[in-house]
């Protein structure tokens, strides 16, 4: 069973913005807090935000402001809109669940979706 489908990358300049979805089966939506997992060449995972079933949000320092997490419990989907998006930014995006440690999750990691910032 696939438990989670991401989607909504692309290419964009500098400055551009998108919105990435992520699908999750309703077990994983409603059971973990939902966070947004950012992945470069040569690098791990990164967390990049996260929201609690009750909707409260956390941002790494170098998306705040920039980055809004949101889900809709009704389609058992959260979003991350991206403005004003950076070459820094780029990246593989996951989505994946979690209860109390970020970085233990409680899904197998989807096929993610690529994010390109470039001229």
């Known amino acids: 069973q696939v438990q989670l489908v991401e989607s909504g990358g692309g290419l964009v300049q500098p400055g551009g913005s998108l919105r990435l979805s992520c699908a999750a089966s309703?077990?994983?939506?409603?059971?973990?807090?939902m966070g947004w997992y950012r992945q470069t060449p040569g690098k791990e995972r990164e967390l990049v935000a996260t929201?609690?079933?009750?909707?409260?949000?956390n941002y790494v320092d170098s998306v705040k402001g920039r980055f809004t997490i949101s889900r809709d419990n009704a389609k058992n989907t959260v979003y991350l809109q991206m403005n004003s998006l950076k070459p820094e930014d780029a990246g593989v995006y996951y989505c994946?669940?979690?209860?109390?440690?970020?970085?233990?999750?409680?899904?197998?990691w989807g096929q993610g979706t690529q994010v390109t910032v470039s001229s």
């Open positions: 994946n669940g979690f209860l109390y440690t970020p970085y233990n999750v409680g899904a197998s």
């Open positions: 309703k077990t994983i939506f409603f059971t973990y807090v």
């Open positions: 929201i609690t079933r009750g909707g409260n949000t």
